[in-house]
């Protein structure tokens, strides 16, 4: 009996081994099939940040061997390694997003200001800039928020491709001096915050109103469509992000995507200031044309499935003409919209960077 006992304790004890062996590995295959697409949408925004430090090695080698590389090509090193910088960004657009410009005739001869909407990262702005350089050779200067010249590594290729942390004086300056420059009056703000319903967050940031009136240039404004379904940010973490950035000034918020969505960068026609507007009637005006070609262009909410049909047919697109609004701030006679988690701060945001729009425009 006790041979029988010890056979049947032995059997089942090697059963249960085999049981929880087998349960473990198809829960193991399970959990992987499960995260891999997690993790992934969260992996290829890296490939962003990758391409960003390798254009930053492409100035820092350039400086280097600038004698040798540059001697007999360029008399400027800075702007053989722009076209470097540019091609490599130029080529990612084409392959990854089959990225277009439409509307290149409304850009007028001499200095403009391009004011553009601000999606969860400015791929597009990248991919704008590196196409005008490429097939334009029109450099265009841009305006960024300040905690991007602290990111080791990066202030050469900053440097390089004239960004700047720029006040009112300083982007009137550029302008001024004959240079096309681009502002998203959103900035950080907007990246973090907005959402695939592409609304403006502008609040009340009038800096670059007062740059065109001071510099006396047309403003183009730009829109790309599709550039929120390429990258979003975690919408469930967005009230914890909010507090934090409205305390430190820190964007935080996670982003994930890197789809291989079709981005096509909409330029609208040129609005001329009249010395006669305020920067509030100013910026009122140049809103209102942004949204008009999100109107236009977009489909709202922006859907992800529909945004990588469009790679290989472009769907069209039928919907009511909708009121303007500045995102959760009204943007002149606009209706109120409901109050959300970002409403709820927009006053608070917004009486903590009266003092800074007033001699700042800011953009990410």
């Known amino acids: 009996m006790s041979f029988i006992s010890n056979y049947?304790?032995?059997?089942?004890?090697?059963?249960?081994?085999?049981?929880?062996?087998?349960?473990?590995?198809?829960?193991?295959?399970?959990?992987?099939?499960f995260l891999t697409p997690v993790i992934v949408t969260f992996l290829l925004p890296a490939v962003i940040i990758i391409l960003i430090y390798v254009?930053?090695?492409?100035?820092?080698?350039?400086?280097?061997?600038?004698?040798?590389?540059?001697?007999?090509?360029?008399?400027?090193?800075?702007?053989?390694?722009?076209?470097?910088?540019?091609?490599?960004?130029?080529?990612?657009?084409?392959?990854?997003?089959?990225?277009?410009?439409?509307?290149?005739?409304?850009?007028?001869e001499g200095p403009f200001l391009v004011i553009y909407y601000h999606g969860a990262l400015p791929i597009d702005m990248y991919y704008f800039i590196a196409r005008m350089q490429l097939f334009k050779r029109i450099h265009v200067h841009t305006v960024a928020d300040r905690f991007l010249f602290k990111i080791p590594g990066w202030s050469q290729l900053l440097d390089g491709l004239c960004v700047i942390p720029g006040t009112v004086q300083t982007c009137a300056g550029v302008l001024r001096n004959g240079n096309p420059l681009a502002i998203s009056p959103g900035g950080v703000y907007e990246a973090q915050f907005g959402d695939h319903s592409y609304r403006l967050y502008w609040k009340s940031r009038i800096g670059f109103a007062k740059v065109a009136?001071?510099?006396?240039?047309?403003?183009?404004?730009?829109?790309?469509?599709?550039?929120?379904?390429?990258?979003?940010?975690?919408?469930?973490?967005?009230?914890?992000?909010?507090?934090?950035?409205?305390?430190?000034?820190?964007?935080?918020?996670?982003?994930?995507?890197?789809?291989?969505?079709?981005?096509?960068?909409?330029?609208?026609?040129?609005?001329?200031?009249?010395?006669s507007?305020?920067?509030?009637?100013?910026?009122?005006?140049?809103?209102?044309?942004?949204?008009?070609?999100?109107?236009?262009?977009?489909?709202?909410?922006g859907s992800i499935l529909h945004a990588l049909i469009e790679r290989v047919y472009e769907i069209p697109k039928k919907r009511a003409k909708k009121p303007h609004t500045n995102g959760t701030c009204q943007n002149g006679t606009a209706k109120k919209e409901m109050q959300d988690s970002v409403n709820n701060k927009c006053d608070e945001d917004k009486s903590g960077n009266d003092k800074f729009d007033s001699d700042k425009a800011k953009v990410s």
């Open 55 to 108: 254009s930053s090695i492409i100035f820092y080698l350039y400086r280097l061997y600038r004698l040798r590389v540059v001697e007999g090509v360029q008399n400027d090193w800075k702007h053989a390694a722009r076209l470097a910088v540019c091609a490599l960004w130029d080529a990612h657009g084409w392959l990854w997003h089959g990225y277009d410009i439409r509307g290149l005739e409304n850009i007028p």
């Open 8 to 33: 049947v304790d032995n059997y089942t004890a090697s059963l249960y081994d085999m049981i929880v062996e087998y349960v473990d590995t198809e829960y193991s295959l399970w959990l992987t099939w």
């Open 277 to 301: 507007f305020t920067p509030e009637q100013l910026q009122t005006k140049v809103a209102s044309a942004i949204e008009d070609l999100v109107e236009e262009h977009q489909r709202v909410p």
């Open 213 to 275: 009136l001071e510099a006396k240039v047309p403003i183009i404004p730009m829109f790309t469509q599709n550039v929120r379904e390429a990258f979003r940010t975690v919408g469930w973490l967005r009230g914890i992000c909010l507090r934090i950035y409205a305390a430190t000034r820190i964007p935080l918020a996670p982003v994930y995507g890197g789809f291989p969505v079709k981005l096509v960068t909409h330029l609208g026609k040129p609005i001329y200031p009249d010395p």
